[in-house]
T-cell receptor
Framework: GENVEQHPSTLSVQEGDSAVIKCTYSDSASNYFPWYKQELGKRPQLIIDIRSNVGEKKDQRIAVTLNKTAKHFSLHITETQPEDSAVYFCAASIAARGNTGKLIFGQGTTLQVKP | DAGVIQSPRHEVTEMGQEVTLRCKPISGHNSLFWYRQTMMRGLELLIYFNNNVPIDDSGMPEDRFSAKMPNASFSTLKIQPSEPRDSAVYFC????????????FGPGTRLTVT
C-alpha cells in the first residue's frame, strides 16, 4: 500500500545550526506534500507545503525541496531557534483509486534545538 | 473563524463503555478527516468524508469503531465497546474539496480507557 518514510526520527541541533528532515513516498501520482509542526500537547499545524509542479519553495527560515523522479522531499530549517523544537510530520497526497484530499503521514521527527 | 471544534477535550472511561467524540468542521469545508495519534503508531487516518459521504474507512481498526456525518457541520466517531488499547488522542481535521489542500486540525480529544 501507499506509505511515507521519514528520517531521522529524532534530531538534535545547536541553536543557529540548520536542520534537515527527509521523506520518501511510494505513490508516483502524489502531487501535494505538506509539512506539519506539532508542539507538545498541541494540534499539528501546517508550516509549508509544495505541489508537484514546483521543485522548491521557501518561506523565511524554512524551505522544502521535491524530487519527483526519486520520490523524495525534504524540509530545511535554517538558523534554528529553541521555539523550533517540536515534532515535524511530512505527508503526501494519495491519488490512487480517485481518492482526493487523503494524506499519508510520515512517522514524525522530534527536533530539539539546544540553546 | 473558530476553527475546527472538537468535544470533549478529555474523556476518561472504563473498558466496555461507549464513547462518542464530536467534531464541527470549519464552515465551507467539504472534507472531514478523523485521525488517531499514539506514540507507537503515530498519526493514523481512520476515516474521511467528502460532502458528508464516507470515502475511505480502511483505517478504522475494527467494527467497534463507527463514524457518521449527518450534515456538513457535524461528525461523530463512536467506539463501542471501548478497550484500553483505544487510549489515544483523536483529531478531527477539515479541508476544502477539489484536490489535496491544507488540512486544519482540531485541538483533539484525549481518550483514556481504564
Amino acid at each position: 500500500g501507499e506509505n511515507v518514510e521519514q528520517h531521522p526520527s529524532t534530531l538534535s541541533v545547536q541553536e543557529g545550526d540548520s536542520a534537515v528532515i527527509k521523506c520518501t513516498y511510494s505513490d508516483s501520482a502524489s502531487n501535494y506534500f505538506p509539512w506539519y509542526k506539532q508542539e507538545l500537547g498541541k494540534r499539528p499545524q501546517l508550516i509549508i507545503d509544495i505541489r508537484s509542479n514546483v521543485g522548491e519553495k521557501k518561506d523565511q527560515r524554512i524551505a522544502v525541496t521535491l524530487n519527483k523522479t526519486a520520490k523524495h522531499f525534504s524540509l530545511h530549517i535554517t538558523e534554528t531557534q529553541p521555539e523550533d523544537s517540536a515534532v515535524y510530520f511530512c505527508a503526501a497526497s494519495i491519488a490512487a483509486r480517485g481518492n482526493t484530499g487523503k494524506l499519508i503521514f510520515g512517522q514524525g521527527t522530534t527536533l530539539q534545538v539546544k540553546p | 473563524d473558530a476553527g475546527v471544534i472538537q468535544s470533549p477535550r478529555h474523556e476518561v472511561t472504563e473498558m466496555g463503555q461507549e464513547v462518542t467524540l464530536r467534531c464541527k468542521p470549519i464552515s465551507g469545508h467539504n472534507s472531514l478527516f478523523w485521525y488517531r495519534q499514539t506514540m507507537m503508531r503515530g498519526l493514523e487516518l481512520l476515516i474521511y468524508f467528502n460532502n458528508n459521504v464516507p470515502i475511505d474507512d480502511s483505517g478504522m481498526p475494527e467494527d467497534r469503531f463507527s463514524a457518521k456525518m449527518p450534515n456538513a457541520s457535524f461528525s461523530t466517531l463512536k467506539i463501542q465497546p471501548s478497550e484500553p488499547r483505544d487510549s489515544a488522542v483523536y483529531f478531527c481535521a477539515s479541508s476544502f474539496l477539489a484536490g489535496a489542500g491544507e488540512q486544519y486540525f482540531g485541538p483533539g480529544t484525549r481518550l483514556t480507557v481504564t
